[in-house]
């Protein structure tokens, strides 16, 4: 799904777009000069993303963000609570792109509490919220 959709949230809606967004629920792992923190990949596109975290990111950090065996380089360009974005310093391909489309419809993250009990269910497994 697009980030044209009715239902994407309004704080992903920010700034300029260079090309449409893939919206997705997967979980991620975004890592900057203050820590690491598992996160969810909201939506993405070849330049960039939108993440949401348990706690706030600096913008202007440094980043990588890690998904499903897929990295990207990039910097902090915008946050707002617990959601921020990141623009890629070099475009992701097409290919993970389409890559990562298939994944949402295999690995799509729950909501509500069935996403607390997955981050519990794998931190209590692997000792990290992601497997």
């Given at each position: 799904?697009?980030?044209s959709?009715?239902?994407?949230?309004?704080?992903?809606?920010?700034?300029?777009?260079?090309s449409a967004?893939?919206?997705?629920r997967?979980?991620a792992r975004?890592?900057?000069?203050?820590?690491?923190?598992?996160c969810?990949?909201v939506d993405?596109?070849?330049?960039?993303?939108?993440?949401?975290?348990?706690?706030?990111?600096?913008?202007?950090?440094e980043?990588?963000?890690?998904?499903h065996g897929?990295?990207a380089?990039?910097q902090?360009?915008w946050a707002t609570?617990t959601?921020?974005g990141?623009s890629?310093?070099?475009?992701?391909?097409?290919?993970v792109l389409?890559?990562?489309?298939?994944?949402?419809?295999?690995?799509?993250?729950?909501e509500?509490?069935?996403?607390?009990?997955y981050?519990?269910?794998?931190?209590?497994?692997?000792?990290?919220?992601?497997s």
């Amino acid at each position: 799904m697009l980030a044209s959709s009715p239902s994407v949230n309004l704080a992903c809606q920010t700034g300029r777009r260079v090309s449409a967004r893939l919206r997705t629920r997967l979980a991620a792992r975004l890592e900057v000069l203050d820590g690491v923190q598992d996160c969810i990949l909201v939506d993405i596109s070849l330049e960039g993303a939108c993440i949401r975290t348990n706690k706030p990111v600096r913008v202007r950090n440094e980043a990588v963000l890690t998904w499903h065996g897929f990295e990207a380089f990039g910097q902090v360009v915008w946050a707002t609570g617990t959601h921020c974005g990141v623009s890629f310093l070099d475009p992701i391909t097409a290919t993970v792109l389409l890559a990562t489309r298939r994944l949402d419809q295999t690995d799509r993250l729950p909501e509500g509490r069935e996403l607390a009990r997955y981050w519990a269910r794998s931190y209590l497994e692997s000792g990290s919220a992601l497997s």
